[in-house]
């Protein structure tokens, strides 16, 4: 075989994902939602249900008339503080129902399942943290006090089973309940080339209203997402062109079409200043927090009927486990620290869907196991490419950091974010990790060495590719040092 005939993707990477390819529009509904094609990236494979079978129109009715502000724009049950008893009086256990819910041809309807799993999950929530909303928005300045600490049989069943079905942990979590099957289309025609044409199914607040700070939280992550199929089929054709020895030119043009795709999800993600208001993100925030490290929370929560009643705690919701920066972190061997901080990341693995948990394994071990590091420093033309691919982790991350800074550190004493990690030092964790890894790459293969002249050749050209990145190598390194100063400063405000 020439090198021009190495087939992409490899044809164990086919065996292992063998819909990485399909039409969306032709999968079955037995697969997982998630299911990950290059076309769809980490959003599932097509718009989540919005309605549900006519025997969960009890749990319909709820999340239906459970906002703050309902989509007809008057008060939901939370507005009056009424939802936990609603739930209590009215919902059936609904159990036995999950599992009749099945295709044509016998198998399970795993599309179904995981619209009545995100519903449940959002009961859930508003049941167990209602006490706190209430709390919270009586008296800001005093916290969030206790919220429910059982969670009824006629939820915590149903919602346990769907969990067990989707394997995913039975509590709200970013892709499969508040953001990514949490969409639709205002016109199907359009598709997801427009903001203005996303809307969200569920919300807690006001999100139902499209303009709202919640509803432009989530939907600016799902108008993020949309842009990851390039980034799987970038990813794809770098470890099966090294894997096989194909050209490297090949595997320099995986790296620009994951640096295109990063420029558009980049873009996407600076809306969310305007899409949704920092002053306004604390109110629907007391819903997505999770029972992990929470106050709110400090026995667990008892799921009535479900592992002998002992108290269980999941962490919450949280954009951290998005797929987009943990697949560029196991492509190009992003070393993190030995630290606790770490150890949550690697928690927050179990909270993404089956298929993005296989995939972002698949990528970690045959990056490791091919060495795309080493093999992209190998060139000075790839050595830029690969750093600018670091570039973007770490641009997004430190806008994440700046999120996390003007949306919550500077609005809330409250020391942990929703998913249960440290509000001040997790993020800068993850972030230090990367531009670390810049220095040493550009130190290591691109900076000029002593006693090396420059001359016509060899040297020439990596004196060419060290110019395209010197100011972005000055600015990581300006970046690093303010970083630190930042978090050992709020760490002093907030004594950590």
């Not at 009215?90 to 009545?116: H, N």
């Not at 079905?165 to 205002?186: G, K, Q, R």
């Not at 630290?339 to 179990?350: S, V, W």
Request: hydrophobic share 40%; net charge negative.
């Amino acid at each position: 075989m020439t090198i021009a005939q190495v087939p992409y993707p490899s044809p164990s990477t086919l065996k292992k994902f063998p819909h990485v390819h399909d039409d969306p529009a032709t999968m079955s509904h037995a697969l997982d939602p998630f299911t990950i094609t290059t076309s769809t990236g980490f959003l599932p494979y097509a718009t989540a249900p919005v309605d549900l079978p006519e025997v969960f129109q009890p749990l319909k009715s709820l999340v239906d008339r459970m906002p703050v502000v309902k989509a007809d724009g008057t008060p939901g049950l939370l507005a009056t503080y009424e939802f936990g008893p609603a739930v209590e009086s009215e919902m059936p256990d609904l159990t036995d129902e999950v599992e009749k819910l099945v295709l044509p041809d016998g198998s399970l309807d795993r599309f179904t399942i995981a619209a009545i799993f995100r519903d449940y999950t959002f009961v859930a929530s508003s049941y167990l943290l209602e006490p706190c909303w209430e709390n919270w928005t009586k008296n800001p300045d005093g916290g969030y006090g206790l919220g429910r600490q059982i969670l009824p049989k006629s939820i915590a069943r149903p919602m346990y089973l769907c969990a067990q079905i989707l394997d995913l942990p039975p509590f709200m979590s970013y892709a499969a309940s508040y953001a990514l099957f949490n969409y639709t289309l205002a016109d199907h025609s359009k598709g997801l080339s427009e903001y203005s044409n996303l809307r969200l199914i569920r919300g807690f607040e006001r999100g139902l209203d499209p303009k709202s700070s919640e509803a432009g939280f989530i939907l600016t992550h799902v108008d993020m997402v949309k842009e990851t199929g390039a980034l799987i089929s970038g990813a794809l054709r770098v470890v099966d062109t090294i894997e096989q020895h194909g050209a490297r030119n090949d595997i320099n043009d995986g790296f620009r079409e994951i640096l295109t795709a990063m420029e558009k999800i980049e873009e996407s993600m600076e809306t969310m200043w305007g899409n949704s208001k920092p002053a306004e993100y604390l109110s629907f925030r007391v819903f997505i927090f999770g029972i992990t490290n929470q106050s709110m929370f400090p026995d667990g929560v008892v799921y009535d009927g479900v592992e002998d009643n002992h108290p269980l705690a999941f962490r919450g919701e949280s954009g951290a486990n998005d797929s987009i920066i943990p697949l560029l972190d196991h492509l190009c061997e992003i070393p993190m620290p030995e630290t606790p901080l770490t150890k949550i990341l690697h928690e927050f693995r179990a909270y993404r869907p089956r298929p993005h948990r296989e995939f972002l394994t698949y990528i970690r071990e045959k990056s490791e196991e091919i060495g795309v590091q080493k093999y992209a420093v190998e060139d000075s033309e790839t050595a830029v490419l690969f750093l600018r691919v670091l570039n973007h982790v770490r641009s997004f991350r430190w806008r994440h950091w700046l999120f996390a800074r003007e949306y919550i550190i500077r609005r809330t004493p409250h020391p942990t974010a929703t998913g249960g990690s440290p509000i001040v030092t997790w993020l800068p964790n993850q972030l230090s990790a990367v531009m670390d890894l810049m220095v040493k790459v550009y130190d290591n293969h691109l900076a000029p060495k002593e006693g090396v002249t420059i001359v016509e050749g060899q040297k020439d050209l990596i004196a060419a590719h060290r110019k395209q990145v010197e100011p972005m190598m000055e600015l990581v390194r300006d970046q690093r040092d303010k970083l630190a100063k930042e978090v050992e400063k709020w760490c002093k405000e907030r004594g950590v």
